[in-house]
């Protein structure tokens, strides 16, 4: 069946490391999307990509970094500059056709500062 | 700048009921979607509905529908029928009207069903 996947579902940082959370898709769509979700609050956008080897910073940028070396696949690395990196991560992906387009959710990374 | 705002933080409802969650926007570009998304407790976002600006009708999926009032800019969704499964909860969304598809969220309601 096409959709996202979104791997590890769970997963622990040290201080000071970079850690990278993986999506992949398989629904050929062009547009990939990463967000943050804390406890009680919506969905914040942090990066997102409309074509291979092009991405757009998004509201929280800022402590992440994204590569789209291929159309499936769009990795977040949560660098040691995120300070506060606890949260819920989603990936997303939509077609891109004049926007509008509703964007589908992979089941989500939850990260954790040990 | 997109907003969403949703004023409901949690919401009862019995079962079989029907029942409506708020949503108010404010965009200053004229062609724009609105979203809503169902979040269960395991954390996927499953996509419920879409209304467009220029849609006539509102928008409507099996139980689901779409309350969209252009000139107040609220788009509420109303569930009929309600059942334990709806637990959750539902985020409203708006695109950002160009051609990037990004979407800002608003900050939720949950909603609980009871038997």
């Known amino acids: 069946d096409g959709g996202i996947t979104q791997s590890p579902k769970y997963l622990f940082r040290k201080e000071g490391q970079n850690v990278t959370l993986s999506c992949e898709q398989n629904l050929n769509h062009d547009a990939m999307y990463w967000y943050r979700q804390d406890p009680g609050q919506g969905l914040r956008l942090i990066y997102y990509s409309q074509i291979v080897n092009d991405f757009q910073k998004g509201d929280i940028a800022e402590g992440y970094s994204v590569s789209r070396e291929k159309k499936e696949s769009f990795p977040l690395t949560v660098t040691s500059a995120q300070k506060n990196p606890t949260a819920f991560y989603l990936c997303?992906?939509?077609?891109?056709?004049?926007?509008?387009?509703?964007?589908?959710f992979g089941d989500g990374t939850r990260l954790s500062i040990l | 700048a997109q907003k969403i705002t949703q004023t409901q933080p949690g919401m009862f409802v019995q079962e079989k009921e029907a029942v409506t969650l708020d949503c108010t926007y404010d965009?200053?570009?004229?062609?724009?979607?609105l979203f809503w998304y169902k979040q269960p407790s395991s954390g996927e976002m499953i996509f419920l509905i879409y209304?467009?600006?220029?849609?006539?009708q509102n928008a409507t999926e099996g139980r689901y529908s779409l309350n969209f009032q252009k000139a107040r800019k609220s788009a509420n969704l109303v569930i009929s029928a309600s059942q334990l499964g709806d637990s959750a909860m539902y985020f409203c969304a708006i695109d950002d009207g160009g051609a990037t598809n990004k979407l800002i969220f608003g900050t939720g309601t949950l909603l609980a069903v009871q038997p």
């Open positions: 965009t200053s570009d004229p062609s724009y979607g």
């Open positions: 997303a992906s939509s077609i891109m056709v004049m926007g509008n387009q509703p964007q589908h």
């Open positions: 209304q467009g600006s220029y849609d006539q």
